[in-house]
């Protein structure tokens, strides 16, 4: 028996062990795996859904230290805010604003809400393509929803305290242009 194949043999079972203890730590320890809003309240504020950033009892979205999001930077990164895990539409708790898109365009396209107070999108794609939420004003570039087909996720994050018109489009090249647009209107 060769001796090199026996140790890429034990390596490889090694390998196995490691990623089904990461799996299954994942699943039980964290809501990673879990498909439905948690709602619950904790240290930093109310979660709206599994993966979405805080908000606190102030009404103002933030990262699990307590600091307000960085809605500017990379979506996804460091203290941008977080999106959900895909949800069913029965889970969108009820302060969200529900947005639907297809390929005919969002619906509704434009929503109104409260100067630099939090803000939960639930945007859901009605059609058999993915579809990108993002915003125009680069104040607000880290605010990302990226659905697939049928797929619902949720966003928290802080309206700018600056009333005014802000622009949303989905991010997918070629869907702007055929309406896929819209506006938020902040008060």
């Given at each position: 028996?060769?001796?090199?194949?026996?140790?890429?043999?034990?390596?490889?079972?090694?390998?196995?062990?490691?990623?089904?203890?990461?799996?299954?730590?994942?699943?039980?320890?964290?809501?990673?795996?879990?498909?439905?809003?948690?709602?619950?309240?904790?240290?930093?504020?109310?979660?709206?859904?599994?993966?979405?950033?805080?908000?606190?009892?102030?009404?103002?979205?933030?990262?699990?230290?307590?600091?307000?999001?960085?809605?500017?930077?990379?979506?996804?990164?460091?203290?941008?805010?977080?999106?959900?895990?895909p949800l069913g539409e029965e889970d969108i708790?009820?302060?969200?604003?529900?947005?639907?898109?297809?390929?005919?365009?969002?619906?509704?396209?434009?929503?109104?809400?409260?100067?630099?107070?939090?803000?939960?999108?639930?945007?859901?794609?009605?059609?058999?393509?993915?579809?990108?939420?993002?915003?125009?004003?680069?104040?607000?570039?880290?605010?990302?929803?990226?659905?697939?087909?049928?797929?619902?996720?949720?966003?928290?994050?802080?309206?700018?305290?600056?009333?005014?018109?802000?622009?949303?489009?989905?991010?997918?090249?070629?869907?702007?242009?055929?309406?896929?647009?819209?506006?938020?209107?902040?008060?």
């Amino acid at each position: 028996m060769d001796p090199q194949n026996n140790k890429t043999a034990i390596w490889a079972v090694a390998g196995i062990v490691v990623a089904a203890a990461v799996v299954a730590y994942l699943y039980f320890a964290t809501d990673v795996f879990k498909r439905r809003p948690t709602g619950v309240q904790t240290p930093e504020g109310l979660v709206a859904a599994t993966g979405t950033s805080p908000i606190s009892a102030e009404g103002i979205v933030v990262t699990s230290e307590g600091v307000p999001v960085e809605q500017g930077g990379e979506p996804g990164v460091g203290d941008a805010p977080r999106q959900s895990v895909p949800l069913g539409e029965e889970d969108i708790p009820a302060q969200a604003i529900e947005l639907k898109v297809s390929a005919a365009g969002f619906a509704p396209n434009t929503f109104t809400v409260p100067a630099g107070r939090a803000v939960t999108l639930a945007v859901t794609a009605t059609d058999d393509e993915s579809h990108l939420f993002v915003f125009e004003d680069p104040a607000l570039s880290a605010v990302v929803v990226g659905i697939g087909p049928g797929m619902t996720r949720i966003i928290s994050f802080n309206a700018p305290e600056t009333p005014g018109s802000y622009a949303f489009r989905c991010g997918v090249p070629g869907h702007a242009a055929r309406g896929e647009t819209g506006v938020m209107v902040v008060r």
